[in-house]
């Protein structure tokens, strides 16, 4: 079972008192995983949002051209008590990347989207906490995507020279 503490150090619950982080412990289901274990599947319906307790999640596009080079289908790494699957709540409401543990063991918590949504109705602070931290996660990814190409298209100009 997870603990109270567990969740109330997750930056997506900050904010929430006792009484709600009860009732998303009820909702949370505890997973284990070893090194290379898959998590989900690129093309996946997306239905939980997850969150790492212990150890590393690698977000991979295994649709990418398989490259000599390791690691380039890596697009990002998760550590701990940071969220992932947010595709859940995004249409077309799927994995757009394909998740693997990639630290020799991971823990995670896993909550059904539908459970979430359900809480939602009934306690809207939850929702809105739970949501806001879900746009400012998107945000972050999307200017680290910004960086990202810029410095390609950098590379790409500098080797062209």
Known sequence: MVNLDLLDGIET???????????????SEKLKFNR?????LQGEDSEHLWFV????IELRDDQAKKSSVAGES?????????????????MPYKYRLSGYCSSRECEVIRMKKKDLIDLF????????T???SLLQVIGTHLHQLQDEIAQRI????????
């Open 36 to 40: 290379n274990d898959r998590l989900f």
């Open 130 to 132: 739970v949501m806001s």
């Open 154 to 161: 950098g590379q790409d100009i500098m080797t062209q020279w």
């Open 74 to 90: 890596s697009i990002s790494f998760i550590s701990e008590t940071e969220v992932f699957g947010w595709s859940s709540f995004m």
């Open 121 to 128: 109705d009934k306690d809207p602070q939850v929702g809105f």
């Open 13 to 27: 619950f900050k904010g929430l008192n006792d009484a709600q982080l009860t009732v998303l412990r009820d909702l």
């Open 53 to 56: 307790t212990d150890g590393r």
